[in-house]
């Protein structure tokens, strides 16, 4: 799961960054080190681990650093220019920079682009692109123009590809945006158009670029707050035509700020991207980190104080602007597993009743990332044919679109003819988006609720919490317990406060509505009726586990306790609840939670509600102890550990509050009698256990004082 | 002996017959614990350094046979032992003093101090060419090793509290040092601590005063394995000294960590005597990423594991409770075969015990002294099981303590009862004993010779006129005893080129022959008569673990670290007709997987036909007149004849008569025709004299 560590800062000082913030945060050859270069004329050298600054260097005054400070991995220099034409390099021992090597160029230099590995390299405003040596072994040499007039290089990458050394830049002239690619064993620039697709308006905010395999994955966050992908090939097909290709973008992740200016995305690896910005219009902004498989938000961050819009990934280190500071954010992201991802697992599966994955097939989802790629190429293929071909609306956009005007009847109808189609990869997302489309319209339309649509979207199997965050609390607003069991065992990660809100309405609601509802009863088996006068006497004894606490001298307490046994079994013999709220309960019993966020939750439970379930989960833990494999009867039942988990949960959370209850008080001693007794008996085996090797000692001196003797033996 | 049926006596008359045995359980002998070890990749040797300062080798190539050891000394408490210049071996201890050991001569080369007061821990840099000390001062000196000796090179910088662990970067770049409190990270070059890492003290919440880092081992990522006595395995990254992961892996100390060369794995042991093996494993089934994983825990022992290795197939743990555990990797045995069976090793694989038949007693050596008990008698008879009444119960005779503060390295008491002759590493001991009725009277003899100084072998004549003495220098002594005096006869020298020592000797019973070998050539036969070399026995690749000439034929009998036995006539320089066949058919499969070596080979003086050997496990009579067994024999038949007719059982004997009655069992010979002497040391009996383990609840926490 990816994390993001504690924050902290690289100064106490602000920088001197201007409105734009930084020009740029580069790294350095050794490990933990970087250049931070701010946006007027300081360039400092941090050891990010100790948050201390290594070196800091100026340019005079008058002068102006416009291209970040860079590090030479194969010198160990820095090289950084000013006034746009004047190169400077220079090495940790120097002091000041004017009196540091200085190189004049011919042309404006847009950036200096240096990765470890190979020579750095120089991109002018005018999209030429040099190797340091050769420029500074002749600084006037004549540099050629690459782009058009009023086109301007928005942003560049620099990567090896296979040992070699391939640079990207993006240039934007009027709304259009343009790739270049260069690779330096060929030497051939290839461009491409990038198309933007139905967002014609929109204007990209970031750009973040990452390798895979034979393409460039080119990611771009646009100001309607979706981020997009395009796959650059890096090896042109036909590099004589390369004059006119054209990629299109393909919707990545949708929404994941608000469209405002100043937001900054980032690819971390392979399925991870961080996005800076406003996650809603009036929010503030957030450092958000995406998994763009799962299309799941894994952590957000909030940056009160704002940032500058900028964002850079080195390492495991994020660093922005917040405020006036640098900060860095550590950033995590350990390999995923699937039971990291869910938890706490769930119980008591029979292997065979339950054939659907309760999650995302990974298997699936990575044929997915791998089929991406394909249809995509088969785009631009046939893009370059003819362009103007709309792509065909696919079935799932049809259906969002209905879902927008139709009614609940005709959704219904569409939806099952929507599912009833093959599935694609991508099924659970497009599901996703469904189950989103219709609760978007329930939230505008208080009286619309497609009930059985949703029920039906849930029975596929394939939806999640996060991937329809909204759908529980809908089902809480409008009281709908069958839906809410059925959430509770179809989805792996629901939140704890979620599931306690379940809980609570569960707890709550009366028993004539509850009996007006249609619950799934195959969790409780007809337990209530099933009160037998001769098993009770077999479960006072399993209660207690054959140690009578009567005989038990030792104890004084035990009077008191004695006193009423008839009546706490009496109690406790006839289920307390009714069966269908008892389904409900199971449901959360069976669901998956995480302690330390589960108890806070349960604290705000009222009390009576409190000692309902207690006793409820006492009744089933007394019918667990009724037979020997401590089971319940039924198809799904409450395993013993749920039981006892959840008992422990709500006496931690509620201790004081359910000692005061009256009620309670027979229920809590029964409990406390259980745990003396559990503890008796291991003082007792500690006992036998201590006599045994005592024995075990006089044994061995009876053998010690046969220490010689003269036995007869035959050999056979 | 007792009347028995017809039917018995005529097989008995045949067979093996029956014997009275004394059995002997007042030996009480508690090896020393385990305090070092250290494997040898190169030799595939291991070297064990036990808590009184003895080490021991250990050819884990030969069955793990115990080829060498060193004897202990009081002073020098090994802390730590490395290997070093391929086969070096060095140890420091808490006398401040680094030991190099001699392998070829069996002694100690030299011995250092390092001033830095006691030394806690060494180690051997990657290329074997520096050996770094840590000391209690808080001090690490670095040594030169020069082929004939180490010199001081330079200290690093001193730190503030005792030195007690530490390991080389496997570049030789950087070194851990675990202390109290913290580990050091130090650059070599120059000598200066680059990090400091603070151990946490807490221990499940509760601040201990101390914790104390008993091991650390430095991989070439540069991550640092920490093990401490707060019952952690931690892990830290050494390029910036952070705690990357933390492992709670005992409720008590976790006393020695050993990584695998390949570093894929490593093993610790802690103070409840429980191995735990971790693996670095693919977090996911097709990611290349990797983390250490606890995976498989071993409880062979019971008390504190002091000491870990590991070898490219095996765990080796040692402790208190004086096991030596070798536990092989599954995963890493290719073969499926006794090779891969968990060992442990608690006896030495030589005699501490001798025994004089004529007049019934028997001598133990002890580390540092020596009892004499003469064996009681009975009158009475019995059959097979029966336990007889005794007439007279055995005597303790004699209490003999050795001064100084060495070791005893052997002993010996002659055939006849009245001589006693041990050796430790500087001085010789002869003395004589008068028998007058009850009373012993004990004279030692003066003056000994210059040149026996140290012995690592004694033996006597049988008829108890000669002494036969094993130098630790290859040489091999005769010496004529007279009624209280000696007189030197004739010294071998060792075959020039070698210094190889002697460590087995065998006399044939008429005095003429003598059988001597080392740990790697073959046996060397001696004409004592003419004082020559007679012949050697062909070099054999495993080593000899006993030997014994038989008497009127003169065969000489030898038993491998293998389990191979050869039989070989001296008059006719070569191996018999018996020793040819049992070579082509080859021995029982379960006799060649029997874990311990044969320490002791005796003959009938009555039967020639007969060999009687031991193990730890079981005695054996080799009936040479029998067939051998096959593999579908079977070998071990404990039952006792029942009313078959003798023709069945005649059909099914084979030359093998085996007892597992006795076990363990350090010493078995035969005293007379009738009577046999078994010396048993029970396992439990050396647990009760350890001090108590660490006490783990088993019930409720």
Not at chain 2, 70 to 97: D, I
Not at chain 2, 210 to 221: E, H, Q, R
Not at chain 2, 589 to 614: A, E, G, N, V
């Amino acid at each position: 799961m990816a994390a993001l560590e504690e924050e902290f800062t690289l100064s106490a000082v602000p920088l001197g960054a201007g409105p734009d913030g930084l020009l740029g945060v580069e790294q350095c050859d050794k490990t933990d080190q970087f250049l931070i270069t701010d946006s007027g004329r300081t360039v400092i050298l941090y050891k990010v681990s100790d948050q201390k600054p290594l070196g800091s260097w100026s340019v005079k005054q008058g002068q102006v650093i416009t291209c970040p400070a860079v590090c030479n991995f194969q010198t160990g220099e820095y090289i950084v220019v000013h006034d746009s034409k004047v190169l400077r390099l220079w090495t940790n021992e120097d002091v000041n920079l004017d009196k540091v090597f200085k190189a004049t160029l011919s042309a404006e230099v847009y950036r200096i682009l240096s990765i470890p590995g190979t020579e750095p390299l120089v991109l002018f405003k005018e999209g030429a692109v040099r190797g340091l040596e050769a420029l500074l072994a002749e600084p006037q040499q004549k540099i050629e123009t690459v782009i058009s007039d009023e086109e301007v290089i928005r942003w560049t990458k620099f990567f090896m590809v296979f040992r070699h050394p391939a640079l990207i830049f993006i240039t934007e002239k009027h709304g259009n945006y343009f790739a270049y690619v260069q690779k330096f064993n060929s030497s051939v620039v290839s461009k491409y158009t990038l198309l933007l697709g139905q967002e014609e308006k929109s204007v990209i905010q970031s750009f973040t670029a990452s390798l895979c395999r034979k393409f460039i994955s080119l990611m771009s966050l646009s100001s309607d707050g979706c981020i997009y992908e395009t796959l650059i090939p890096i090896h042109p097909s036909d590099p004589e035509k390369n004059q006119h290709q054209r990629v299109v973008r393909s919707v990545l992740l949708k929404t994941v700020v608000s469209g405002n200016a100043r937001n900054a995305l980032s690819v971390l690896d392979q399925d991870h991207v961080a996005v800076l910005g406003p996650p809603l219009p009036a929010s503030k902004e957030c450092l958000s980190i995406w998994n763009t498989k799962f299309q799941t938000l894994q952590i957000s961050k909030e940056l009160p104080q704002g940032t500058s819009g900028q964002l850079w990934y080195y390492g495991e280190h994020l660093f922005m602007l917040h405020g006036k500071i640098l900060t860095v954010i550590p950033y995590k992201c350990e390999m995923s597993s699937l039971a990291g991802a869910l938890g706490k697992l769930k119980h008591g599966q029979d292997p065979g009743t339950q054939t659907m994955p309760h999650f995302v097939n990974w298997q699936t989802s990575q044929g997915l990332g791998s089929q991406n790629s394909e249809p995509s190429k088969r785009i631009l293929r046939r893009r370059k044919i003819e362009a103007s071909v709309q792509p065909e609306v696919p079935a799932s956009q049809q259906l969002l679109s209905n879902i927008k005007k139709d009614s609940e009847k005709h959704i219904e109808i569409e939806l099952r003819k929507f599912l009833a189609i093959k599935r694609t990869p991508d099924f659970h997302t497009v599901i996703g988006d469904i189950v989103i489309g219709l609760l978007g319209r329930c939230k505008t339309e208080p009286s619309f609720y497609p009930r059985s649509s949703l029920m039906q979207l849930i029975q596929m199997h394939v939806l999640s919490y996060s991937l329809c965050p909204g759908l529980m609390e809908v089902a809480l607003e409008k009281t709908d317990v069958q839906m809410l069991q059925l959430c509770l065992q179809q989805f792996p990660d629901i939140p704890e406060a979620v599931t306690c809100a379940c809980l609570k309405m569960f707890l709550s609601i009366g028993d004539d509505s509850l009996q007006e509802t249609d619950v799934n009863m195959e969790s409780v088996s007809d337990y209530s009726d099933a009160v037998q006068e001769e098993k009770m006497e077999e479960q006072t004894g399993i209660l207690q586990n054959g140690f009578n606490p009567e005989e038990d001298n030792c104890d004084n307490c035990d009077k008191e306790l004695s006193e009423k046994p008839q009546n706490t079994i009496e109690e406790t013999t006839s289920c307390p609840v009714i069966p269908k709220r008892a389904a409900l309960l199971n449901a959360v019993l069976h669901s998956a939670y995480s302690e330390t966020f589960l108890l806070p939750h349960l604290k705000d439970i009222p009390a009576q509600h409190i000692t309902l379930f207690l006793q409820y989960l006492y009744f089933l833990y007394l019918k667990c102890s009724e037979n020997a494999t401590m089971t319940l009867p039924g198809i799904h039942p409450p395993t013993l550990n749920q039981i006892m988990d959840w008992i422990c949960l709500l006496l931690d959370a509620n201790f004081t509050v359910v000692v005061m209850i009256p009620e309670a008080k027979s229920l809590l001693l029964s409990l406390y009698k259980f745990v003396k007794s559990q503890i008796c008996i291991c003082s007792e085996l500690n006992k036998i256990e201590v006599s045994f090797r005592e024995l075990q000692k006089l044994n061995q001196e009876k053998n010690n004082r046969e220490l010689y003797s003269i036995e007869v033996l035959e050999l056979f | 002996m007792g009347r028995r049926t017809s039917v018995l006596s005529s097989w008995n008359s045949a067979g093996m017959g029956e014997f009275k045995v004394h059995r002997v359980r007042f030996f009480n002998y508690v090896p020393s614990g385990i305090r070092c070890v250290a494997y040898n990749n190169q030799s595939n040797r291991l070297a064990v350094s036990r808590t009184d300062g003895t080490v021991e080798i250990y050819n884990l190539s030969a069955n793990y046979f115990q080829e060498k050891f060193f004897p202990g000394h009081e002073s020098r408490a090994t802390e730590a032992l490395c290997w070093a210049k391929g086969q070096r071996l060095f140890s420091a201890g808490l006398n401040g003093e680094i030991i190099e050991y001699d392998l070829q001569a069996l002694n100690i080369k030299y011995s250092m101090d390092a001033f830095g007061g006691p030394i806690w821990s060494m180690a051997a840099s990657p290329s074997g060419s520096q050996l770094l000390v840590g000391c209690e001062d808080g001090s690490l000196k670095l040594f030169q090793i020069n082929p004939d000796k180490i010199q001081f090179e330079r200290n690093f910088d001193r730190q503030k509290s005792r030195i007690l662990s530490l390991s080389w970067h496997p570049s030789g770049t950087h070194i851990a040092a675990g202390s109290i409190d913290c580990i050091s990270v130090f650059d070599v070059k120059s000598g200066s601590a680059i990090h400091k890492m603070l151990v946490d003290r807490q221990y499940m919440g509760v601040s201990k005063r101390k914790c104390i880092i008993w091991g650390v081992a430095f991989l070439s990522d540069g991550t640092v394995i920490s093990v401490d006595s707060a019952g952690k395995v931690q892990f830290w990254d050494s390029a910036t000294g952070t705690l990357v992961k933390t492992h709670l892996v005992a409720n008590a100390d976790v006393q020695s960590i050993a990584v695998s060369d390949q570093e894929d794995s490593f093993v610790v042991g802690t103070a409840e005597g429980t191995v735990f093996h971790f693996q670095l494993v693919s977090v996911t089934s097709s990611s290349s990423e990797k983390q250490w994983v606890r995976t498989k825990p071993f409880q062979h022992h019971t008390h504190d594991v002091r000491t870990v290795a590991h070898s490219p197939t095996a765990l080796i743990s040692g402790g208190t409770d004086t096991h030596l555990v070798i536990r092989p990797l599954m995963e890493k045995v290719e073969v499926k075969n006794y090779d891969a069976a968990l060992r442990k090793i608690t006896f030495p694989h030589r005699r501490l015990i001798s025994c004089s038949k004529k007049r019934q007693l028997l001598l133990f050596q002890f580390s540092h002294h020596l009892d004499l008990w003469r064996l009681g008698s009975t009158v009475a008879t019995g059959k097979h099981g029966d336990t007889l009444p005794l007439s007279k119960d055995a005597d303790h005779l004699l209490h003999l303590k050795t001064k100084g503060p060495e070791n005893i390295i052997c002993s010996c008491v002659s055939p006849c009862g009245s001589w006693i002759a041990y050796s430790t590493a500087s001085r010789f001991f002869l003395c004589r004993l008068n028998y007058e009725h009850d009373n012993i009277s004990l004279h030692r003899v003066s003056k000994m010779p210059a040149f026996l100084r140290s012995a690592v072998q004694i033996l006597f004549s049988e008829d108890s006129t000669k002494l036969f003495v094993a130098s630790n220098q290859g040489s091999l002594h005769i010496i004529r005893l007279l009624e209280g005096s000696f007189k030197h006869l004739h010294t071998f020298q060792a075959q020039s080129g070698t210094v190889e020592s002697m460590c087995l000797l065998a006399v044939s019973p008429d005095g003429n022959w003598l059988a001597a070998s080392g740990t790697s050539a073959g046996v060397h036969v001696y004409n004592v008569k003419h004082l020559k070399l007679h012949c050697t026995v062909p070099a054999y690749n495993f080593p000899v673990t006993a030997l014994a000439i038989a008497p009127k034929t003169n065969n000489l009998v030898i038993a491998h670290s293998d389990q191979q036995i050869f039989e070989y006539s001296i008059p006719d320089k070569q191996y018999t007709e018996w020793s040819r066949t049992i070579q082509k058919q080859g021995f029982h499969y379960l006799w060649l997987q029997r874990d311990t070596p044969i320490t002791h080979i005796s003959f009938h003086p009555k039967r020639p036909m007969h060999i009687l050997l031991h193990d730890a496990y079981m005695f054996c009579i080799i009936d040479k007149s029998l067939p051998l067994p096959n593999d579908k024999t079977l070998l071990y038949n404990p039952l006792p004849p029942t009313n078959e007719s003798d023709v069945i059982r005649r059909r099914t004997a084979h030359a093998f008569k085996i007892s597992k009655r006795y076990k363990p069992l350090l010493f078995m010979d035969l005293l007379d025709e009738r009577t046999l002497v078994a010396v048993e040391r029970p396992l439990d009996d050396i647990i009760a004299q350890l001090p108590p383990p660490i006490k783990k609840k088993k019930f409720g926490t």
